[in-house]
């Protein structure tokens, strides 16, 4: 069973990378195929991303697809890192440890995600912008 099956307009989600969000778009059940995108979201900062119905955004690449919203209830977000960085990075250090796979970047919704997992988009943004305090290095578990 796909875990958004049953999403409807106005419905509360929650974005491992935007935060929360609302439905503003959702296709009827007999106009959904799998693969496509079926709904979207439109959070706080006015982005609005489109989801499949397994909740794969539209910015994720194929082979890198992964779930990143979840309905507020399913989340137990006691489990998920929010501290702020320990060291801002230098440029050099961001670029290093992105090739390296082992850097991090804090998310619109406070969350440290790996790059991969990040929209491009987010990631050129921050970059252009020298805010080299979203990013860190991955803390060794």
Request: some cysteine; glycine content about 4%; overall charge positive.
């Amino acid at each position: 069973m796909h875990y958004f099956n049953k999403v409807k307009v106005k419905q509360e989600v929650f974005s491992l990378i935007y935060g929360k969000g609302n439905v503003v778009f959702a296709l009827p059940k007999e106009h959904r195929l799998d693969g496509f995108y079926v709904f979207a979201v439109k959070y706080e900062n006015n982005q609005k991303v489109h989801y499949t119905i397994d909740g794969f955004p539209n910015w994720s690449s194929a082979d890198g697809c992964c779930q990143t919203v979840f309905y507020p209830k399913d989340l137990d977000l006691n489990d998920i890192d929010f501290q702020p960085p320990h060291k801002v990075l230098s440029e050099k250090q961001i670029l290093k440890y992105r090739d390296k796979d082992v850097l991090e970047m804090q998310c619109p919704s406070g969350i440290w995600r790996n790059i991969n997992e990040c929209p491009e988009e987010l990631i050129k943004k921050a970059l252009k912008k020298s805010k080299y305090f979203l990013f860190r290095k991955q803390l060794d578990k």
